[in-house]
């Protein structure tokens, strides 16, 4: 099976400056870990000059993804249950109005599945060894359609079967790479 790098078409330079919040930790939001917020929604503050051109995109990704209400339903409806979602407000900084409204999605299955045979691994350098091109072992998924890359936690993965569904709907601002197209150098 063919997994997908599933992200916002970057670099999205219509994309709003976000400024996150204190009680979103970006490591153990990657993580999985479910965040302590005071209340909901969260606000999160954009800084947008008069004349700026912002997209309002469905995955917007600041170091953390919010998903818009069209990608959470959508994944909701393809049977997606492992991520864990907090209403999200964006606000202008300047004026406090709101601006749209988005989900924080914090995906609670990070699955250790790379296929170290077929994968590739480059010495940066100090000499630590680092995965430049990755291969998934399907053996290792636990048969899920959305996880992170234990590997690459930052990277949200998915199956080639979801990544059917969610094509068949217009989204806009969403990627769909294919692993392996995946390149890191240092």
Known sequence: MDYYIFDEVSPNRYAPFLDLPDEIDLIETIMGKKPDFYELP??????????????????LNPGVPLFSKKMKEALDSAGVNNIDYYEVLIIDSQTKE???E????????????????KSEFKQNATGKAFISEF??????TAG????????????????????????K?????VSFKPTKEYKREF
């Open 102 to 117: 988005y989900y924080l999605a914090i995906v609670k299955s990070i699955v250790s599945c790379i296929d170290l045979e």
């Open 42 to 59: 969260i606000e999160i503050q954009a800084d947008i000059e008069e004349d700026e051109k912002i997209v309002y995109t469905d995955i």
């Open 169 to 173: 709907i217009e989204f806009e601002g």
């Open 98 to 100: 709101a601006l749209a």
């Open 144 to 167: 899920l359609d959305l996880f992170r890359f234990h590997n690459i936690p930052g990277l949200i993965m998915i199956t080639e079967t979801l990544k059917e569904k969610l094509s």
């Open 135 to 140: 291969c998934i072992d399907e053996s290792k």
